[in-house]
T-cell receptor
Framework: NAGVMQNPRHLVRRRGQEARLRCSPMKGHSHVYWYRQLPEEGLKFMVYLQKENIIDESGMPKERFSAEFPKEGPSILRIQQVVRGDSAAYFC????????????????FGAGTRLSVL | DAKTTQPTSMDCAEGRAANLPCNHSTISGNEYVYWYRQIHSQGPQYIIHGLKNNETNEMASLIITEDRKSSTLILPHATLRDTAVYYCIVRVPSYNNNDMRFGAGTRLTVKP
């Protein structure tokens, strides 16, 4: 049973370019979360999605950042016009649907995508 | 969500038990205690969780005080691979707000 898959593992972009980060949740999981970790800091929640719906985006910057989780395919975190301050590790997590998942509130994390903005 | 307080760092000798404390004095009755860890450059890993009873799994034990104002994560026989940042999180599981709020955690260093 494959875990949460994130790609690419490393992404280098120049200022002003777009970054697209992909996350495939664990099989059977329909809830996806994105977190950002700046160097030497803790993880910060960004957005929580279910299939085709954004449930909570309270941690997302208001501009340039967007996320989606389509009916088919991986979840995408998109950063437009990247700036140096966007350089960070971006982690995706997934959890199973239904009462069991909520009651346990256990999230399974991917290995992350390290974005470097030159 | 209740605030948690953890020591910034701890050391432990290899093979000995590592006891990581967490204070959550404002915890409410329906909040669970979760522990995750993050080994350098990897994604966080779930360890264990509990509500009021002590819990044990293949990775660790979780001891929650009777008043639930603090808890201790116990790694019974620490190895070098247990060196990581350990996060204690207090959270009410819900349908519409299911994210984990990570604090600074405790940086555990297991020494040979």
């Amino acid at each position: 049973n494959a875990g949460v898959m994130q790609n690419p593992r490393h992404l280098v972009r120049r200022r002003g370019q777009e970054a697209r980060l992909r996350c495939s949740p664990m099989k059977g999981h329909s809830h996806v979360y994105w977190y950002r970790q700046l160097p030497e800091e803790g993880l910060k929640f960004m957005v929580y999605l279910q299939k085709e719906n954004i449930i909570d985006e309270s941690g997302m910057p208001k501009e340039r950042f967007s996320a989606e989780f389509p009916k088919e395919g991986p979840s995408i975190l998109r950063i437009q016009q990247v700036v140096r301050g966007d350089s960070a590790a971006y982690f995706c997590a997934s959890s199973p649907p239904g009462l069991a998942g909520f009651a346990k509130n256990i999230q399974y994390f991917g290995a992350g995508t390290r974005l470097s903005v030159l | 969500d209740a605030k948690t307080t953890q020591p910034t760092s701890m050391d432990c000798a290899e093979g000995r038990a590592a006891n990581l404390p967490c204070n959550h004095s404002t915890i409410s009755g329906n909040e669970y205690v979760y522990w995750y860890r993050q080994i350098h450059s990897q994604g966080p890993q779930y360890i264990i969780h509990g509500l009021k009873n002590n819990e044990t799994n293949e990775m660790a034990s979780l001891i929650i005080t009777e008043d639930r104002k603090s808890s201790t994560l116990i790694l019974p026989h620490a190895t070098l691979r247990d060196t990581a940042v350990y996060y204690c999180i207090v959270r009410v599981p819900s349908y519409n707000n299911n994210d984990m709020r990570f604090g600074a955690g405790t940086r555990l260093t297991v020494k040979p």
